[in-house]
C-alpha cells in the first residue's frame, strides 16, 4: 500500500488535533486502546420519527443524509466515517445559514468543536433537529485487511464502502425516512453512486467530489468525522507517552528522534499522523519497538511504517522473527488423547470414546 502523501493543500499544523479538542460522546476509550473498531449512534429526535401512536407503517418527516470521512491518508489513529441526517427543509437553512458548517478542512479546530459541542447539547436546536453516527476503523483492522493474501485484499475503499452502507442502514432500521443521500466520493464517482443504488433503491443518491463544500449535511457529516478523530488521536496520544520510548542511548538517536524527544513535553509530538508530516515520522522512528513495532496507534500496513520495520537492525529497524510453520509435522489424532492402546488394538475406536464399555454385570 502506497501512502497518501498529499495534505489535500492543507499544511500539517492545519491538520495536526488541538489539545482543547472537545471530547464527544462518540468517543470510546476501549475500543481505541485495544485496537478495534467501533460505532456511534447519536440517541434520534424525536421530531425526525414517527409521530407517537401513529398507525403501522406511518413515516416520519423525509430526511437528506450525508456521509464523509476523515483520516484516510494518515499512517496514525483511526479513518472515521460520519453520517448526518435532519429534515430536508431544515438542511440549508440550519446548517449552512444559522450555523454555517462548511468542510471540516476549511473551519479552525476551535469552530469544529464548538459546532460539535453544540450538537451535542440537549436543547440545542441541533441537537433536537438533527442525528449523526460514527464508524471509527481502527488502525490496526485496516491494516489487517489490507495485509491479507492479494487474492483476498480488502482494500480501504472496500472497507470504507462497507463502513459507509452499514451505517446508512443502522439510520434506517432506526426508524428514520432517509428519501436524499449525499456523499462525497471514494474512487470514481459514478462507479461508488451505481453501488449505492442498487443497496438502497428508490432513493436519491448523489456521490460527487468535494461534496463537503457542496451540501450542507455532508459539511456537518465531516465535522462529527473530523472532531472524533481528534479526540481519538488524543486518547491514543496519551496511551501511546504512558507506554514509554524503545530504551536507546544518546549517542544512538538521531537528529529527528532527538526533536521528537523535545517536541513530546510540547504537545502531540507526533503531529498530524501523515506520513509527510516530519513530526510524524520522527516520533515512529524514535518510539519502535525492535519487535512489536507500534500500539493501536499505527497503521503497519503503510509504507512509512513497513520500511522501517524492514530495514536492517544496523540502520534502525525491527528484529526478524522466522515464526514456526503451521505444520509442525505432529501425527497425533485427537482420538490419542481419549483412548488406550488397548482399546485402539480391539478396533472399537469410536465405540470406546467415553472408556471402556460396562458390562451388565455393573448394574
Known sequence: M?????????????E???SSVFIPPSINHTSLLSGASYTYISPIPSSLLPPSGSPSGTLGPPCVLGVDEAGRGPVLGPMVYGIFFL??????????DTHHFDDSKVLTPATRSALMQTLCTEGSDLHTSCGWAITALSARDISSGMLRPSTAGYNLNAQAQDATVALIKKVYASGVNVTEIYVDTIGHPATYQAKLERVFPGVKITVAKKADSLY???SAASVCAKVTRDAALEVLWEAAKGRGRTPKGEDEMDVGEKRGESEESEGMAWGSGYPSDARCV????????????????CRFSWGTAKDMLEAPP??????????PV????DTHRLTDFFTSKHQEQEGDELGNWF?????????
Not at 544496523?314 to 515464526?323: A, N
Open 2 to 14: 502506497d501512502d497518501f502523501q498529499a495534505f489535500e493543500d492543507l499544511t500539517p499544523e492545519a
Open 16 to 18: 495536526t488535533p488541538s
Open 87 to 96: 429534515p430536508l427543509d431544515l438542511s440549508d437553512s440550519l446548517l449552512r
Open 216 to 218: 450542507p449535511c455532508v
Open 282 to 297: 520522527s516520533w515512529l522512528k524514535a518510539n519502535m519497538h525492535p519487535v512489536w513495532g507500534w500500539g493501536p496507534e
Open 314 to 323: 544496523t540502520k534502525g529497524g525491527g528484529v526478524k522473527v522466522d515464526w
Open 326 to 329: 503451521d505444520n509442525d509435522g
Open 355 to 363: 472408556g471402556a464399555p460396562a458390562g451388565v454385570e455393573a448394574f
